[in-house]
Nanobody, 115 residues
Framework: QVQLVESGGGLVQPGGSLTLSCVAS????????MYWFRQAPGKGLERVSS????????FYAEAVKGRFTITRDNAKNTLYLQMDNLKSEDTAVYYC????????RGRGTQVTVSS
């Protein structure tokens, strides 16, 4: 069955950086566009970024554009999200997903940005 396992979250100060990883299994990763979502406390699921199968086309939400970078390694079945210049409003649980509404996603990894 499909498994998506996120890692790399943690506590970081404003202005800091984190790199999230998501290891995928149970489906043909290289044939799937992939997505990062986040959910802040008390808010709905927000699509943060996406990447097409070969990595040629990427999307970023306006709130993270210029600070986050999505990449993928199809040989390792792994999706990444490099997050730089983090802000307190980036605090959320981050999920990787294989569909564009986040229906099939992992358990998430907590990112907390606080001084």
């Amino acid at each position: 069955q499909v498994q998506l396992v996120e890692s790399g979250g943690g506590l970081v100060q404003p202005g800091g950086s984190l790199t999230l990883s998501c290891v995928a299994s149970g489906f043909t990763f290289r044939s799937s566009s992939m997505y990062w979502f986040r959910q802040a406390p008390g808010k709905g699921l927000e699509r943060v970024s996406s990447i097409t199968t070969g990595g040629a086309t990427v999307f970023y939400a306006e709130a993270v554009k210029g600070r986050f970078t999505i990449t993928r390694d199809n040989a390792k079945n792994t999706l990444y999200l490099q997050m730089d210049n983090l802000k307190s409003e980036d605090t959320a649980v981050y999920y990787c997903a294989k569909d564009d509404i986040g229906r099939t996603r992992g358990r998430g990894t907590q990112v907390t940005v606080s001084s």
